[in-house]
């Protein structure tokens, strides 16, 4: 069975921190590029960023570039969203996902095939 498990939301001012996490099981996550992203209220859930499996390279939107930062511990089978000054627009749910669909780029919703329930990111002013 695929599981995705993510943690780590909440709360937080603006200018702080959060780092969230995502679990998954072996076979979910061995040999995989794994991604982040987020949905606003309203919006189209958008692209956050990613991470390769094997080398470790990284993607990251131009709207958290420098702020957040993806990184993964293959021993654990987990992968984390550092999160730094953090903004009221930041909120969001955020997913993580498996890039193990059909299309190729790492920005693309439809490249990626299995999803977590989501957690809770918000920031208040």
């Known amino acids: 069975q695929v599981q995705l498990v993510e943690s780590g939301g909440g709360l937080v001012q603006a200018g702080g921190s959060l780092r969230l996490s995502c679990a998954a099981s072996?076979?979910?996550?061995?040999?995989?590029?794994m991604g982040w992203f987020r949905q606003a209220p309203g919006k189209e859930r958008e692209f956050v960023a990613s991470?390769?499996?094997?080398?470790?390279?990284?993607y990251t939107a131009d709207s958290v570039k420098g702020r957040f930062t993806i990184s993964r511990d293959n021993a654990k089978n987990t992968v984390y969203l550092q999160m730094h000054s953090l903004k009221t627009q930041d909120t969001a749910v955020y997913y993580c996902?498996?890039?193990?669909?059909?299309?190729?780029?790492?920005?693309?919703?439809?490249?990626?095939?299995?999803w977590g329930q989501g957690t809770q990111v918000t920031v208040s002013s």
């Open positions: 996902a498996r890039k193990g669909g059909s299309g190729s780029s790492y920005y693309n919703r439809g490249s990626y095939d299995y």
């Open positions: 991470i390769s499996w094997s080398v470790g390279t990284t």
């Open positions: 072996g076979r979910t996550f061995r040999g995989y590029a």
